[in-house]
């Protein structure tokens, strides 16, 4: 049963981690401000939301478990709200 | 595995140093500077300093990161002119002895360094803290915490004397003219109830855990500037009554109960038996107040509109 979950963890996290590099190649390689926006994105919900959603397994106790789901919560309106502050500049000065 | 992380960690810091320092773009190296005040709080982490990495973040990285925002944004002179060589050598050759000086005292200091930690933990239960750190603030070393936030409130007047006369008392420029972003009027609404919170509880759990007044007092100044930001509440009159009140009711409570501890417990800022943790929290709270005014007002920059009345 544990090693099912390592496994799952591992594969999780890994996930997460392939969608922090690929945001992260994307912010350097793609061409402008709102494709780049797409790129960090990408990072930043699905990559933290693996990776969060691996370690779930892996807390000790209930609230750990929330409190790591609150975080990727507060991360999904901080970067939301941010990357349509940056939109909103890049589409006012092109 | 630790050294590892700590090499890159290392590498990192000190390639966005030199990038800051090369870099021309305002806006790009003050973006640069509030990722290094980041690392940097890694950094300190990874030296077990917690409340060090705390106030970093929030101080070295968030405040003075907004502060430099707003100046970048109020400056409009780039791009700027390229200084003269003679110029940039001098400045090199002044950087290059300063770097040098610091290496050679870190270097020349004495193994193991002198430490006052072991007296610091003996004392502490007579403080009934369980922060060591917090105890050299409020307890062994209150007296630079006083000195402290004078010198938050020396810069603030600095800030407010640049200033035009006929808007002494007068609330500072807006944030930005025109309709605020729906989505900034949508994160000024749902994220205050969280940073409440959250200041809430390091400022609690200062007394025993990493954290305290002044880690919690920047994410509190970070909410109310974020809801200016917003258009949902106006900007602060700095001669408004109520803000001059909390201006001033830390070091004033401070001093109070510093003066009370001659006659009580026989000294200047000594806490009488029995009684120092309900007074270092009161002296928290009352600092709390001044900190988070000082640093929303710091932000907010000199008055430059008619004081409304």
């Known amino acids: 049963m544990s090693l099912g979950l390592n496994i799952f963890t591992v594969l999780m996290v890994s996930a997460g981690a392939f969608f922090f590099l690929a945001g992260t190649v994307g912010l350097l390689r793609f061409p402008d401000p709102l494709t780049r926006l797409h790129a960090l994105t990408k990072a930043d919900n699905l990559g933290l939301g693996l990776v969060i959603l691996g370690l779930l397994p892996q807390t000790v106790s209930l609230l750990g478990g929330l409190k790591l789901v609150l975080v990727w919560v507060l991360v999904q309106i901080g970067s939301s709200a941010a990357s349509q502050l940056l939109a909103r500049l890049a589409l006012r000065r092109p | 595995m630790i050294d590892a992380f700590a090499?890159?960690?290392?590498?990192?810091?000190?390639?966005?140093?030199?990038?800051?320092?090369?870099?021309?773009?305002?806006?790009?190296?003050?973006?640069?500077?509030?990722?290094?005040?980041?690392?940097?709080?890694?950094?300190?982490?990874?030296?077990?300093?917690?409340?060090?990495?705390?106030?970093?973040?929030?101080?070295?990285?968030?405040?003075?990161?907004?502060?430099l925002l707003r100046v970048a944004a109020?400056?409009?002179?780039?791009?700027?002119?390229?200084?003269?060589?003679?110029?940039?050598?001098?400045?090199?050759?002044?950087?290059?002895?300063?770097?040098?000086?610091?290496a050679a005292i870190v270097l020349t200091l004495p193994d193991p360094a002198p430490s006052l930690a072991p007296l610091t933990a003996e004392h502490l239960a007579s403080t009934e803290l369980g922060n060591p750190v917090t105890a050299v603030l409020l307890a062994y070393r209150a007296l630079d915490t006083l000195l402290e936030i004078f010198v938050l409130l020396l810069a603030l007047i600095g800030v407010w004397s640049l200033g035009a006369d006929r808007y002494w008392g007068g609330a500072p420029a807006e944030w930005n003219t025109g309709m605020p972003a729906p989505a900034l009027a949508f994160l000024a609404r749902i994220l205050p109830p969280f940073g409440i919170v959250f200041a809430a509880y390091l400022f609690w759990v200062g007394a025993d855990e990493p954290g305290g007044k002044f880690q919690a007092s920047t994410i509190l100044a970070a909410m109310w500037l974020l809801v200016v930001m917003a258009g949902i509440l106006p900007m602060p009159q700095t001669g408004g009554r109520r803000i001059r009140a909390a201006l001033a009711i830390g070091p004033v409570v401070f001093i109070a109960i510093g003066f009370a501890g001659i006659p009580m417990a026989g000294g200047f800022l000594a806490y009488p038996e029995g009684f120092a943790k309900p007074l270092i929290i009161l002296i928290e709270a009352a600092l709390a107040f001044s900190i988070v005014a000082a640093l929303t007002l710091l932000v907010a920059g000199p008055a430059e509109q008619a004081p409304r009345s």
């Open chain 2, 7 to 67: 090499l890159l960690l290392t590498i990192l810091v000190l390639v966005t140093a030199g990038w800051i320092a090369v870099a021309r773009d305002t806006r790009a190296v003050v973006f640069g500077f509030i990722g290094y005040g980041l690392l940097l709080s890694l950094v300190w982490v990874l030296l077990s300093s917690v409340d060090v990495a705390l106030t970093e973040a929030a101080i070295g990285g968030g405040a003075t990161g907004i502060l």
């Open chain 2, 74 to 102: 109020r400056l409009k002179v780039e791009p700027h002119p390229a200084p003269g060589r003679a110029m940039r050598i001098s400045v090199g050759v002044l950087c290059a002895i300063v770097t040098a000086a610091l």
